[in-house]
Structures are given as C-alpha cells and as structure tokens.
C-alpha cells in the first residue's frame, strides 16, 4: 500500500512524478480547482480545456506537462463533476476523483494530491480515495509488467489541516481501512487452483498472527468435524470436491465491548454450479463468490487494529461447488446445523445452504445482532445492477446498515421481504427447498430462506453478487476484478454500535 503523509506546503513548490489537481464542470466550461496554482496556470489549463478534452466529469483524468513554476513533471487534472449549489463537493465525489488520479499513476514513485477539502471530514475522503485508487494485483504477473502495474509508491496530500489531531486520526483510519479494501480485494482476485477451502482458513490463521492484537482468535473446522457438527450444509454443497469443506471462526473479543456483532461470510472459493452445471461462459469469475467471507474476514481484522470496544465474531463459510463422483444431487434432502432439513431442488443454489449453518453458528453464540454477506444471487444483478447491492432483513438492522452504507458511500438499495414468496420455502418431504419454484423475486426468496435460521434474532443480508467483483472498466477508485465491497459498511456498522 502507498505511503501516505500529510503537507501544509505550497503545492506548486512539491517535486514530484505528477501533481493532482480537480476539475469541475461548469456553465462557462472547466474550472481548475487548486488554491495554490500560479493563476496564469489556471487560466491557461481552463482555456485550453475544450482542445485538451478536459470537460470535469467524474471519473475523467487527463494528464499534461507542468508549466513553469510548478516542481511536478506533469499535472492530472482529476474530474470532479458539477458542484452543488452551494459550491460544495460530496465525499463520494471527492473519494472518487482522489481514487481515479491515484489508479492512473501506476508505475510512479512519488505523487502530490492536491484536492479541495473545507474540513477534516473532507479530507478523510480525499485519504481514502487516493489510498483505495493505489491498488494493484500482479503476483502472478512478471517482474517488469508487476513493476508498470504496481501502486504509486508515496503520496503527500495538501491540506491546510497537516497538524490537525483530528487529521492525522484520520489517516490512521483510512490507511487501516484500505489495508483491509485490498486485502479483500487480493483474496477475491486469487487463483481458485491456489484458494481452496483449507488454504484459505490457512490465509485467515496467518493474518491473525501476522495481526498481532490481544484478544483475536481463529478457530477452524474441517469436513469432518464439520459432519460430526451436523452442519449439512457445509457438508453437502462441499463433497463434490476433492478439497473439503471449512468453517473458519474468527473473534475479536476487546475487554468492556459495549455490543456483540456476528458476522457470517459466504466462502464459495470456486462455483461450477456443481450438478445444475453454470454456463462455461459464466465460469471465469466464480472464483469471486468466496467475496463475502474475504470482506468479513478484513472487516474483523481491521476493527482489531481500530481498537473498536465492540466484540466480533466472523464466520467464514468455506466450500469448493463442484460436480465430482460424491457431488450433492437434486433431489436429496440435508440437515442443516440446528436441525432443519432442506430438499436440494438446484445445486447452484449453493451460497445459501453453507451461509444458513453459519447463521445458525453465530446465533448459538448468542449476538446481539447477526449480519451476512455474501455474493448470493444472479436476481440481485437483474433488480439492482452491477454497482448497487441488495439489503434485506429485520426492518431496523436493515435500514442501520443502510445508513452505515450511506456515510461511508457504498451503493446499498434496501429491497422488500414480500409474504407471499415465502410460500415458495414448502417442500413435499422436507422442511423447506432451496431455491424458488419461481423465475421472479430470487433475491427476495433467498432472504426469505437465510430468515428461517436466525429466529428471532436481528438480523440483515447483504447480497452483494455483482459489486464484488467488476468485470468492465476500473472506473473512480474501484479496479478491475476484486472490488472490496462490503468491508466499509461493515467496518461502519461496527463504528456505528461502538458509539451507540
């Protein structure tokens, strides 16, 4: 991860490989948005903008020479977008154009951000943004191309607030919270060949050494501990693979904790579909679907090194979906931990069956309230998108983590728990099935369906299936592949109870 300081300097006097600056659109054109430029700069750069391609739209960068007068090799002129009425900017926006700057300067040893920020708040926006945008992924890559691709190395943010307490708390935070972004994101863009179930409950015991905090422990379940448990749902989506099945238990237990979070994460290291086979076309990616338990085991770790006086206990629901010899069938009925049995009426309704046996896991445990996130639906990409993830569950844990969502500015949508869907649960010789006998309302049924193993305890879903992984252009902050999302809602969650 870059290295990252703050500086009251003037910018203009900063040698460095390039010198970030905003641009917002307005009705004359582009403003240049940089208190400290030489102002024959700025009117240059602004008259210059239509011929430049320089309009101020969000996520746009361009990169020109330095003049005179600045120390920097070459100016990235970062879009901002329109501001609103009142001249301000949101901290998404600024988060965004810090992140879009950042991931453009890939290869370079030393950069000066120097973005608007009226207050500390702001500031911390423009920290995360830049950090996040200094991300990439090449170890399997070789040594020259790893070297054009890797992160800038050193970033200065310009701030009149250098000496601030409050500032430098501030990337104390986000440098913690990025750490865990790309942590996730590393897991998420990892070879299934490499991550399977017991490596990855392996990679979960080597961050917590590496972690070093008093009271953060990891425990971990194999295939067969995992059947001696009656955890069928482990078991049974798990035993088409040749690598078995984990659940890895991971607790942060600070002395005088004021709540008590349970955090379950769907593990699904690589999904063929198992029996009801995915498309070849749709394969590729199904390395992602293990996107939830990679973001609950970062949102752990990182709330360990905040120091947050809230207890948290991760669930990592780890499992390999594949259709070997021993595969689970259509037609054959589980039991699940706790008791309940489950017809198995679509073997690629997998995420579900592994993510019930941790809720029940962590209800045991006895929490105050219990999240899951997971990459559970193809439905959540049809209703919400490739950007926008899904949130369903007891109305005011739901509309908790909506506003968590909000501050930290992750796009989380609300969605509806309708009655009439559950209908769809009833099996002719077990409990409940697992997948809808219905095209419509997937995701909706799948909350209905994880509802049925956490009683009466509060309780939201994330559904995060598309926005965990991105397969288009890196856009803002956010790169190509692994995304990280997830691991600031949670991580604002937890922050959330800790001040409650």
């Known amino acids: 991860?870059?290295?990252?300081?703050?500086?009251?300097?003037?910018?203009?006097?900063?040698?460095a490989d390039a010198l970030v600056v905003g641009t917002c659109s307005t009705s004359d054109g582009v403003a240049v948005v940089a208190d400290q430029l030489p102002a024959d700069l700025v009117r240059r750069i602004e008259t210059l903008a239509p011929r430049l391609g320089v309009t101020g739209a969000v996520d746009e960068v361009r990169t020109i020479p330095a003049a005179d007068g600045v120390k920097a090799d070459v100016l990235v002129l970062t879009g901002l977008g329109e501001r609103d009425a009142d001249g301000t900017l949101s901290h998404e926006t600024l988060r965004?154009?810090?992140?879009?700057?950042?991931?453009?300067?890939?290869?370079?040893?030393?950069?000066?951000v120097a973005l608007p920020a009226v207050d500390e708040d702001e500031l911390a926006a423009v920290v995360e943004?830049?950090?996040?945008?200094?991300?990439?992924?090449?170890?399997?890559?070789?040594?020259?191309?790893?070297?054009?691709r890797a992160p800038v190395a050193s970033l200065e943010v310009v701030t009149s607030f250098a000496r601030s307490t409050r500032a430098k708390a501030a990337v104390a935070r986000a440098e913690v919270l990025a750490a865990a972004v790309h942590g996730t994101r590393d897991l998420v863009n990892a070879p299934p060949n490499d991550l399977f179930?017991?490596?990855?409950?392996?990679?979960?015991?080597?961050?917590?050494?590496?972690?070093g905090v008093k009271g953060v422990k990891v425990s971990v379940l194999d295939d067969k501990q995992l059947a001696a448990g009656g955890y069928g749902g482990l078991v049974g989506v798990g035993q088409g693979s040749s690598r078995g099945p984990r659940l890895v238990k991971l607790t942060y237990a600070p002395a005088k904790a004021t709540a008590k979070v349970g955090v379950v994460g769907k593990g699904i290291t690589f999904d063929t579909g198992g029996i009801s086979?995915?498309?070849p076309a749709s394969m590729p990616t199904m390395k992602s679907d293990m996107a939830g338990a990679a973001a609950v085991l970062?949102?752990?770790?990182?709330?360990?090194?905040?120091?947050?006086?809230?207890?948290?206990?991760?669930?990592?629901?780890l499992a390999e979906n594949m259709p070997g010899g021993n595969a689970?069938?259509?037609a054959d009925v589980v039991t699940m931990r706790g008791g309940k049995t489950v017809e198995i009426t679509n073997t690629d309704a997998e995420g579900r069956l592994v993510m019930a046996d941790g809720l029940v896991s962590a209800v045991e445990d006895g929490h105050d309230v219990v999240l899951d996130i997971a990459t559970l639906t193809g439905a959540q990409m049809v209703a919400l998108g490739h950007r926008t993830s899904g949130l369903l569950g007891t109305d005011a844990v739901r509309d908790e983590v909506k506003v968590a969502a909000d501050a930290v500015g992750e796009a989380f949508w609300p969605m509806p728990m309708p009655e009439e869907l559950k209908a769809g649960l009833k099996s002719t010789v077990a409990d409940m099935v697992n997948s809808s006998p219905e095209r419509w309302g997937g995701m909706l049924f799948a909350g209905h369906f994880l509802a049925e193993f956490v009683g009466d305890t509060p309780w939201a879903h994330l559904d995060i299936a598309g926005p965990s992984y991105n397969e288009k252009a890196p856009y803002g902050y956010t790169p190509a592949g692994g995304t990280g999302v997830g691991v600031r809602t949670l991580l604002g969650f937890l922050e959330g109870r800790a001040q409650a």
Do not use: I, W
């Open 277 to 279: 086979l995915k498309p």
């Open 129 to 148: 943004g830049a950090l996040f945008g200094a991300y990439s992924y090449t170890p399997y890559r070789g040594a020259d191309v790893a070297a054009k």
């Open 1 to 15: 991860m870059a290295d990252l300081t703050l500086t009251a300097k003037n910018p203009s006097t900063l040698k």
């Open 197 to 211: 179930p017991a490596a990855f409950a392996d990679a979960a015991k080597a961050a917590v050494k590496e972690l």
């Open 328 to 330: 689970q069938r259509p």
């Open 96 to 112: 965004r154009a810090a992140g879009a700057a950042t991931r453009s300067l890939a290869g370079s040893a030393h950069a000066v």
């Open 298 to 317: 970062h949102t752990v770790l990182a709330a360990a090194r905040l120091g947050l006086p809230v207890a948290v206990t991760g669930y990592l629901c």
